[in-house]
């Protein structure tokens, strides 16, 4: 599924909690987040970040890039099970929507290396998360954004996703 020119300025708006790049801390992040919490990162930067916080997520989800500039994999303390797959710049491909559900029955900490884009993944991220779960994922230029799943997260998701082509 590829993603409509009419549906771009939509994901430019943060799904759930903005937390600008200057008030990125442990404290601030920990704050949305409840105990036991299933995190997922989306993005190798927030990755990193996260990790260096002391939080491993239990899924992470990079493509080794960083604003289409290439860069070293991400260090995680343990990775338990690794997964690859393709996904094109601006689409949602049915194998990524299918290793992802795999990821969240696979033990964790799980790793989703994307050959390709990992941006729109946070879509079917959404739609398929665990209960309690919480995704973070960057705004380029702005900062980190928390999005707790909720019914609604997943059905605005939900309707992002079939509205692509």
Do not use: W
Request: aromatic residues 4%.
């Amino acid at each position: 599924m590829k993603l409509p020119d009419s549906l771009r300025a939509q994901l430019k708006i943060p799904m759930g909690i903005l937390i600008p790049e200057s008030q990125v801390s442990k404290s601030n992040v920990e704050k949305h987040l409840e105990k036991n919490s299933y995190i997922i990162t989306v993005g190798d930067r927030t990755t990193e970040k996260m990790i260096s916080f002391g939080l491993t997520p239990s899924l992470q989800i990079i493509d080794n890039y960083e604003k289409r500039v290439k860069r070293e994999p991400t260090m995680s303390p343990t990775v338990y099970t690794e997964l690859t797959c393709n996904n094109p710049a601006a689409e949602v491909t049915s194998a990524s929507i299918d290793i992802i559900k795999k990821a969240f029955t696979s033990k964790t900490p799980v790793r989703l290396t994307v050959v390709g884009e990992e941006d729109l993944l946070v879509i079917p991220v959404c739609i398929h998360a665990p209960e309690n779960s919480v995704v973070l994922y960057g705004q380029p230029n702005e900062g980190l954004v928390i999005v707790k799943v909720t019914p609604e997260i997943r059905n605005k998701t939900q309707r992002l996703l079939d509205s692509m082509e």
